[in-house]
T-cell receptor, first 114, second 111 residues
Framework: KAGVTQTPRYLIKTRGQQVTLSCSPISGHRSVSWYQQTPGQGLQFLFEYFSETQRNKGNFPGRFSGRQFSNSRSEMNVSTLELGDSALYLC?????????????FGSGTRLTVV | GNSVTQMEGPVTLSEEAFLTINCTYTATGYPSLFWYVQYPGEGLQLLLKATKADDKGSNKGFEATYRKETTSFHLEKGSVQVSDSAVYFCALSDRGDKLIFGTGTRLQVFP
């Protein structure tokens, strides 16, 4: 079955702009979570959506937001971009199967803010 | 709160050498433990996982055992290959909550 699809793969934006990233989870998975990866801070949890509701949120400013649609696809938005927002943004699709939680990651969107 | 500590890298080995990457965790509950691998320019791939104490996860010659008494989940491989060169992340998840990652360990294998 198809994996987790993130679009676009690469993005270059200017400070002050906003950006929207997209994630299509594995078919049947209802949970989507987002992570930011930077050389300095490593992998940090942004937020998780389950059945269109934000279920968990990391410690990021309000400029970072997300949503999930009825087909489980998710988008995250970053407004008023700062240079420090340059990172690899990873989406994970997950499901609870047989008493175990499985997470599958997409290839990520590399955002560069100039 | 929950946390994961990994050994600093890079780890540099010759092909066919034995690999150990140490990982210890702090958790209030009974988390599931994971090892993920990241190749250059790619996302994270699940390498192996264990969901309860004394479970051993294994995949592609890599192994890790969930040790509750030492709160550890060390990654091992008996004979590494050049193609194993990547960054390895240890992670935990408490009852399906978010993944908490270690800082990652870069492995470089030379022929």
């Amino acid at each position: 079955k198809a994996g987790v699809t993130q679009t676009p793969r690469y993005l270059i934006k200017t400070r002050g702009q906003q950006v929207t990233l997209s994630c299509s989870p594995i078919s049947g998975h209802r949970s989507v979570s987002w992570y930011q990866q930077t050389p300095g801070q490593g992998l940090q949890f942004l937020f998780e959506y389950f059945s269109e509701t934000q279920r968990n949120k990391g410690n990021f400013p309000g400029r970072f937001s997300g949503r999930q649609f009825s087909n489980s696809r998710s988008e995250m938005n970053v407004s008023t971009l700062e240079l420090g927002d340059s990172a690899l943004y990873l989406c994970a699709s997950s499901s609870w199967t047989g008493g175990d939680y499985g997470y599958t990651f997409g290839s990520g969107t590399r955002l560069t803010v100039v | 709160g929950n946390s994961v500590t990994q050994m600093e890298g890079p780890v540099t080995l010759s092909e066919e050498a034995f690999l150990t990457i140490n990982c210890t965790y702090t958790a209030t509950g009974y988390p599931s433990l994971f090892w993920y691998v990241q190749y250059p320019g790619e996302g994270l791939q699940l390498l192996l996982k264990a969901t309860k104490a004394d479970d051993k996860g294994s995949n592609k010659g890599f192994e890790a055992t969930y040790r509750k008494e030492t709160t550890s989940f060390h990654l091992e491989k008996g004979s590494v290959q050049v193609s194993d060169s990547a960054v390895y992340f240890c992670a935990l998840s408490d009852r399906g909550d978010k993944l908490i990652f270690g800082t990652g360990t870069r492995l470089q294998v030379f022929p």
